[in-house]
């Protein structure tokens, strides 16, 4: 069994689309250095609309990108994923197809913040728990039992002290792409999500950010007053 953050980016700023910087080797060795003090081992680099392999220590790194479809996030996490890929000009459809012609699973990032991938119809190979709005994991549980699909977990980490913050359990015989590919289309992986008080105060902030870019959404059939980031987190006492 292996612990992966699916879900991780190597620097945090934007612009610079779909190509890597001077800085991406050096955020890679600090999400490393994070990775392991959170007792993983291993990261996707899912960095936006690119893929650069970058060296870490410790931990084993996942080759993967982040896709800016037509109808928001997907990830595409494998052995070998497209080094670009042009924002908002691929569908989900097109993006699941092409991450399965590279033996790559595709997998639905945030499904409730700023993104209709969810309503797409394709052959997805799981939906993702994101850590920066792990309160909506009973939306997303429903959504994958719809779907047939298995869940995973992904900090989506811009500074390296985010990572782990929710992460997946996978049931793999090696740390490979390839068997991690395997194991999340066989569903052999659950998500976790983190606790800890900087994951609690983390969380918030993302929450009054994105909330105030009218990025969060919430499903048809929920409460009127439930919103991303309301409530008790998953793992939370009363």
């Not at 953050?5 to 612009?15: A, E, N, P, Q």
């Not at 996490?77 to 012609?101: I, K, N, T």
């Not at 709005?133 to 995973?152: F, I, K, M, Q, Y």
């Not at 782990?164 to 066989?186: K, M, Q, S, W």
Request: glycine share 8%; proline share 9%.
């Amino acid at each position: 069994m292996f612990a992966l953050d699916l879900h991780t980016h190597t620097r945090f700023f934007h612009g610079f689309t779909a190509r890597a910087t001077p800085f991406d080797p050096v955020g890679s060795r600090l999400l490393d250095y994070c990775a392991r003090w959170r007792g993983l081992d291993g990261v996707a680099f899912t960095n936006h609309d690119y893929y650069e392999p970058l060296p870490t220590g410790d931990t084993v790194s996942i080759p993967g990108i982040e896709v800016t479809t037509t109808r928001g996030h997907v990830l595409v996490v494998g052995p070998d994923p497209p080094r670009f890929s042009r924002p908002e000009r691929l569908s989900p459809e097109a993006v699941v197809e092409m991450a399965h012609d590279r033996d790559c699973a595709a997998i639905i990032a945030h499904p409730y913040r700023n993104s209709t991938v969810r309503d797409v119809d394709a052959p997805f190979d799981a939906i993702e728990v994101n850590g920066k709005h792990p309160r909506t994991e009973s939306w997303v549980r429903r959504l994958a039992d719809e779907h047939g699909l298995p869940l995973v977990g992904g900090s989506d980490a811009h500074y390296p002290v985010e990572v782990g913050r929710a992460y997946t359990r996978v049931d793999a015989h090696e740390l490979t792409p390839r068997a991690i590919v395997t194991a999340i289309r066989e569903g052999r992986v659950e998500p976790r999500v983190g606790n800890r008080l900087p994951d609690r105060l983390i969380r918030g902030f993302y929450h009054r950010i994105h909330q105030q870019k009218r990025h969060l959404q919430r499903p048809d059939w929920a409460d009127e007053g439930a919103t991303p980031g309301v409530g008790r987190p998953p793992g939370e006492d009363d």
